[in-house]
């Protein structure tokens, strides 16, 4: 009787061992492949919360924006977006937001008033900024002699932009050139696609909002191309920047890797022909810009990238040094100086 228990009792002994051993063998799926027995769901995500402007500053992050709506980004990203700059500027100052896309003078404006409490990390818009004409006149700079010429936003970016290429063509504001301001570009926008104005500077999407409603207008200049022509260094115009708080990414500066890799992605896929279409649908669904028809138009003239701040640096500098000459308070009264450029090492 003693012989049969102590059989028993090895039998069992067994049983127990070789169940131990499977519990620690990969699982695997139906063709014998391990999979990971670790939980996918529940993990704790980074949390980072952002800030954007509608239009071109916000354009290249909607294929972003659709992976955290399905749970498939690497953080867990809270969008804000806003029409204009007042309400994104505050939120940034209240450090409601981790991490923001916005104009690059507001970059270092707010650099300078908050005492060095952000960074900029990238840029990730050039120059928007397109001369619009239903003369059939203008063709150079120089053409804009003994015309009057509308621009949104007196002593805002696109103003200085276009005094200084006036200025170095040799043009002089209300001698050569009459300025006709606008408070809005929306209002420009409706004044040219009317007729009311016959030449305008505009950003987009505005550009191809006028364009549509009057075909009788033309793109007749590419400032970004105009600005490289009489910079020194043939420098692009950066017109649109991730900033991210200071106090943010020295405790989270792998999350914060993480989105400007994403970034870096989504920009790429908005960019990228084949997912034209999609991509235009994205930024209707998420608010971007009113419709994808817009979108789809307006895409290929964005100049959306991803330049990280070291990469974009000269630039920047030439545009800030210009904008400096034109009105420090433009950029808060400073020039940049080295902290103000993120750096991922």
């Known amino acids: 009787m003693r012989k049969h228990r102590?059989?028993?009792?090895?039998?069992?002994?067994?049983?127990?061992?070789?169940?131990?051993?499977?519990?620690?063998?990969?699982?695997?799926?139906?063709?014998?492949?391990?999979?990971?027995?670790?939980?996918?769901?529940?993990?704790?995500?980074?949390?980072?919360?952002?800030?954007?402007?509608?239009?071109?500053?916000?354009?290249?992050?909607?294929?972003?924006?659709?992976?955290?709506?399905?749970?498939?980004?690497?953080?867990?990203?809270?969008?804000?977006?806003?029409?204009?700059?007042?309400?994104?500027?505050?939120?940034?100052?209240?450090?409601?937001?981790?991490?923001?896309?916005?104009p690059t003078n507001m970059a270092l404006l707010l650099y300078n008033r908050t005492e060095g409490q952000i960074q900029l990390a990238a840029v990730n818009t050039l120059g928007t900024l397109y001369l619009l004409d239903q003369t059939g006149a203008i063709n150079s700079v120089e053409d804009l002699r003994g015309k009057e010429l509308g621009i949104s936003g007196k002593g805002a970016t696109p103003d200085f932009v276009m005094q200084y290429l006036l200025k170095h063509h040799g043009l002089e504001v209300d001698v050569d050139v009459k300025i006709n301001y606008f408070i809005q570009h929306s209002d420009l926008a409706a004044a040219l696609a009317a007729g009311d104005m016959k030449i305008g500077l505009l950003p987009q999407p505005h550009v191809t909002t006028a364009l549509i409603r009057n075909q009788n207008l033309r793109i007749a200049l590419d400032i970004n191309e105009e600005w490289q022509k009489t910079t020194t260094g043939n420098f692009e115009l950066p017109m649109g920047c991730i900033v991210v708080q200071k106090e943010f990414v020295a405790g989270n500066k792998e999350a914060f890797g993480q989105f400007l890799a994403e970034y870096r992605e989504s920009v790429a896929f908005v960019n990228e022909e084949s997912h034209l279409e999609e991509a235009a649908q994205l930024m209707e669904k998420h608010g971007i810009l009113p419709n994808a028809a817009i979108a789809k138009a307006a895409i290929p003239y964005c100049n959306i990238v991803f330049l990280e701040a070291q990469d974009a640096r000269a630039s920047l500098d030439e545009y800030y040094q210009i904008l400096y000459d034109f009105e420090p308070s433009s950029i808060g009264g400073q020039l940049a100086d080295e902290d103000f450029y993120y750096d991922k090492e």
């Open 6 to 102: 102590r059989i028993f009792y090895l039998l069992l002994l067994g049983l127990i061992c070789i169940s131990l051993a499977a519990c620690n063998q990969p699982a695997a799926d139906s063709q014998g492949e391990p999979v990971s027995t670790q939980p996918t769901e529940g993990l704790e995500k980074a949390r980072i919360r952002i800030g954007s402007l509608l239009g071109p500053t916000g354009m290249g992050m909607v294929r972003l924006m659709e992976a955290n709506d399905r749970g498939t980004s690497a953080a867990e990203y809270e969008f804000s977006l806003m029409a204009g700059p007042d309400d994104l500027v505050a939120k940034i100052i209240n450090k409601e937001i981790d991490v923001a896309a916005l």
